[in-house]
Each structure stands twice: as C-alpha cells, then as structure tokens.
C-alpha cells in the first residue's frame, strides 16, 4: 500500500511525495517527525481513496486536507482553492458586489463583528452579534472565513437570503438582501462646533487622501476657532497596512509608528514616521471600541504611545497578526492565506488579543445590556494566536451616560467636551489612583 501512495496516484500522490522528500532530506530530528507525519498522511489517503464506499475526487481530498492543516493554526489562517484565489485575483478594485458586513468566525459559527454605513445590509436592520446560520439556505458550519465571504459576495443586484439567529428572538428569522457595489468604505467628516469630526469606517487605498481632505476642509469651514479633531474609528475592522501606516504619519512628526515581528528576527519590519503634522499639533481624540480592529489599532497605538492622542472608548478588538497570501504552484494549485507575523505599537506592546486599552474609559450606553455575542474580541476566537505581552484587565468602571440622558452617541459628545474643556482629561491610571 506505502509503494502504491508514492507512485501510483497522480497529482495528488505526488504532492505529498515532494513533501516526504523535502521532509526527508532534512537530517533533523524535527524533519524526521515531519517526514513520519507525511507518511502517515499518504497511508491515509491511501485507504480513502481504495476502500471509500464511492471513488473520492483526489485533488478535492488535498483541498480540504489543507484547508484543515491551515484553519486549524489560528482563526486568521486559511486556504483558498484555486477558484477562491482566481476570483480573488480579478475582484474589481475598490469595490464589490455584496451586503456590507464585517464577519468572523468563532467556534465554526459565523458572526457579524458590524454592519458597513449605508450598505443593504445596515438598510435591513442586521446588527452586530447576530449569528449568519446559512446563506441562500446553504449552512456555513465548518466553513472558513473566507468561503462565507464568497456566498456573500456577487453581482450587483442579484438577490442573497441571510438565515439569522439572534440573542433573544428565539428563533431563526431570513432577511432577504439585494447586492449592491459596495464602494471602499470612504472618509466621512462633519463639524461639531468648533471640533472636527472624522470617521475612517476602514483603511483601503483612498483612506489617507480622504482624511487629509478632510482636515483640509474642516480647516476652512472652522477657521482659527478649530480646538481639535476626533478621529473616529469605532467599528473600524482595519485594512491596508500602508494606509494605516500614512494615516498614523499625518499626525506624528516622527518616532516608530508600528512593527512587524515574524518567527525570523530577521524577518522583524519597523515604519517611522516623516516630519510634517497636517492638524499644525491641533489636540486629537480617538474613540474606539471592540470593533475596532487591526490597521484601525494600529493607528490608535501610535497616537497613543507618542501621548498624540487621547484614546476614549473601550477596548480594542486586539487582533494583532498579520497574513500573508502565498500562492501555490504560482497560484495553480491556490494559495495560503497565513499569519506570518505580529504587530506591536512604538511601545512594543503586542496588539495581538489584548488590544488597545482606552486612556478614558467611556461606555456607549448600552454595554450593560448587550450579549455576550456582541461583546466577543479576538482573546474569545478559539485557537486564537497569543500575544507577546500582556494586559491585566481593567478594573475601572467606564464613564456611563446619565440614566436620563438623551444623547444619541455619548461616547461622541464625551469626545467633544474633552476637546471643548467641559469635561476633565482623566486618564484610565489616574482614575485608579
């Protein structure tokens, strides 16, 4: 049987048998393990491929092999078949055609982190937490991230069904959705008084000329009585590194702004910002929360190491990682989409499942009533990749809107009379004291 896996079975055999022989050509002792593993793999599918009740397909064998090997490293790991990574290849640039919402997996089930600004899926009233139990009837358990992304994904127009459940319906309830061309999530901006109002919804390629357009413009329309600007990066599920990176350097006039750090040292990426503060050092609040995520923490951690920035809000999502796509075979036989290092903020603080702790702790209004389904983070994904520091949690009661109060986003008006003077900068270290 071991001489009919190495020889006979075509593609797929012979996959694992360039493995065995990199495996084996390697004298130590972990080599020696890995080849055993390897062998013991080709047994395997050996035995399925002989005595299955039907004829298995090979190379759909292989597939899901390696969508196994790779999912089960950390939530952010995956494979993509080679039709996954050819679509990927030919997605239209800045936009797609879907519903709008950031989603995670955790224990196989597939959860929406938030739903994007005016997207059909914000339209429709789908809410943060709520569980997608299947897409056009089709169940997701068991799929990855990325093969749910595709089912919601489609042409501009064409219709999708999204069976959801939520904490307190009782039972499942359909939203029928229509696609739509989902553009680049862009930078919004407004004035609040004499406060600048900034929302990054993500980071892509239009991130930061959008907000230097932005301060551009709320400079002319405040004029000299301009007393800051509030970056606003709640639900915020990240992006392009680079843009994360240039938008940091536009409020910093110098020092690290962000590492990367991978298995090699000498692998280890550090960005420093340029001389040049397009706000002329104007004060910064930024307001985050638990949806605030990867490229968003990014920025959030290099304003607030360089004390540029007071962050309030609530704790970060804390995903801290970095992928890497690496094709296969030139991308013939797909490709990974693999964690390959860690983000740490000037300070050297991993982000990674702790995220970034506010300065000042101010609630949104609702925390006391939520679900553990909305409030989930990236320490509560299973298998999650650990950090590299640690943060004790804590124990500071946030600041709570009044139980009268009628403001729509407390969090927002606390973020304004910071800037106005009207409320105190008492850090989280402070409040302890």
Request: aromatic share 6%; net charge negative; hydrophobic share 40%.
């Amino acid at each position: 049987m071991t001489r009919f896996v190495f020889t006979g079975a075509g593609v797929a055999i012979g996959f694992i048998a360039g493995l065995a022989v990199l495996a084996r050509a390697d004298t130590a002792p972990d080599s020696e393990s890995a080849y055993h593993a390897l062998d013991r793999f080709g047994q395997a599918f050996s035995v399925v491929r002989a005595d299955y009740v039907d004829p298995p397909d090979d190379k759909l064998l292989v597939e899901n092999a390696l969508s196994g090997m790779i999912s089960s490293l950390d939530p952010h790991s995956s494979y993509f078949d080679p039709k996954t990574y050819a679509d990927m290849q030919v997605r239209t640039e800045g936009q797609y055609g879907g519903v709008g919402i950031v989603i995670a997996v955790e224990a196989g089930a597939v959860k929406v982190v938030s739903p994007i600004d005016d997207t059909p899926a914000a339209a429709a009233g789908v809410k943060s937490g709520d569980i997608i139990l299947a897409v056009d009837g089709k169940g997701l358990q068991g799929m990855s991230l990325d093969q749910v992304q595709l089912l919601l994904r489609g042409k501009a127009g064409s219709k999708v069904t999204l069976t959801l459940m939520r904490d307190g319906a009782g039972k499942s309830f359909e939203v029928k959705l229509t696609r739509a061309f989902i553009e680049v999530e862009a930078v919004k901006f407004h004035r609040e008084g004499d406060v600048g109002y900034i929302r990054i919804p993500a980071f892509n390629e239009h991130t930061d000329s959008g907000l230097q357009t932005a301060v551009r413009t709320l400079k002319k329309q405040i004029g000299p009585k301009l007393r800051g600007y509030i970056i606003d990066l709640r639900d915020d599920g990240g992006g392009v590194l680079d843009q994360a990176i240039a938008v940091s350097d536009d409020f910093l006039e110098g020092g690290e702004i962000v590492s990367t750090r991978g298995r090699d040292p000498s692998d280890t990426q550090r960005y420093d910002a340029k001389p040049g503060d397009i706000t002329d050092g104007k004060p910064i609040v930024v307001l985050i929360n638990r949806g605030t995520a990867s490229a968003s923490e990014i920025v959030a951690g290099a304003l607030q190491d360089h004390r540029r920035a007071r962050i309030v809000g609530m704790t970060s999502f804390g995903k801290g990682s970095v992928q890497t796509i690496i094709p296969l075979n030139g991308g013939d036989d797909g490709a990974l989409h693999l964690t390959t290092a860690r983000y740490y903020t000037p300070s050297g603080r991993s982000i990674q499942a702790t995220g970034i702790v506010p300065d000042i702790a101010v609630a949104e209004g609702d925390e006391a009533a939520s679900t553990p389904a909305e409030n989930y983070t990236e320490a509560d994904l299973p298998h999650h990749l650990l950090g590299e520091t640690t943060v004790k949690p804590s124990n500071v009661e946030p600041i709570r809107p009044p139980a009268d109060s009628k403001v729509a986003d407390f969090q927002l008006s606390y973020a304004v009379d910071l800037l106005d003077g009207k409320v105190g900068p008492k850090t989280v270290a402070e409040r302890k004291e």
